[in-house]
């Protein structure tokens, strides 16, 4: 749960991560301040749960938004991975994912440049925020097929957008 007591009205722009609390509270959504400039929260997504992290550096006036599926890349997969990655990150806008190279961890993340201010509205979070989770419940298909259903990059990816456009 949340840690720390933080008063601003949340109609108004607020410090990055002091915004995102608002925000996962307004939500219902666990979350706890990992540092003055970090917060972590838990969100449901349509396949897994997903941590979400937002890290705010101060002296670039960006806020790091990563969204981890918790989905741990074998070193005997991770070639296909990157394939797979370069194919999904060529289908994104705004954001792209990685695997960290310490533990193998798989993750979306964008940078949200703030400006001299360096504030965040709610309507800028819960964008950020919603547009994370949904690139991580885009994706997850195309990550299991090719990690754990034995598919090539190119056909977990169509696979997963096959699939996602059959639902209703």
Known sequence: ???????????????????????FEARGWP??????????????G??????IRGIWRREDHVLQLLCLPDIRVPDDKRAGLVELLALVNEQLWVGHF??????????????????????LSLAQAQV??????????RFYPAFQFMLWGGKTPGEALAASL???????
């Open 162 to 168: 096959v699939d996602a456009a059959g639902e209703a």
């Open 128 to 137: 950020a925020v919603e547009a994370a989770i949904e690139e991580c419940d």
């Open 98 to 119: 990685d695997i960290w190279s310490n533990g193998g961890v798989l993750l979306y993340r964008h940078g949200l440049l703030l400006g001299d201010e360096g504030l």
């Open 31 to 44: 979350c706890e301040y990992v540092g003055e400039d970090e917060i972590s929260g838990e969100i449901k």
């Open 46 to 51: 349509s396949w897994a749960s997903y941590t």
């Open 1 to 23: 749960m949340m840690q720390g007591n933080r008063d601003f009205e949340r109609e108004d722009d607020a410090a990055p991560v002091d915004m995102l609390a608002s925000l």
